[in-house]
């Protein structure tokens, strides 16, 4: 029976969980381990780069440190 869900390849679900797990702040290594890949640069070279969020989160970091806190995003 069809779900109504457009037609995707396991290799489409696996890229879509572990881009859902880094915008939700997933540890990288977490991730790494649960795809399977050799090393954790493999799991950020291949998916860090569409996540964004990590970026405005670095920056949000960086400006507490420096007590300069504000709104970003």
């Given at each position: 029976m069809r779900a109504g869900l457009p037609l995707m390849r396991s290799h489409d679900l696996r890229h879509t969980a572990a881009?859902?797990?880094?915008?939700?702040?997933?540890?990288p290594?977490?991730?790494q381990e649960t795809l399977g890949h050799s090393r954790v640069a493999i799991t950020l070279d291949t998916y860090s780069h569409?996540?964004?969020?990590?970026q405005v989160e670095m920056a949000r970091v960086m400006d507490v440190l420096f007590g300069q806190p504000?709104?970003?995003g």
């Open positions: 881009t859902l797990w880094f915008r939700s702040g997933v540890n290594k977490v991730v569409m996540i964004p969020v990590l504000k709104q970003i």
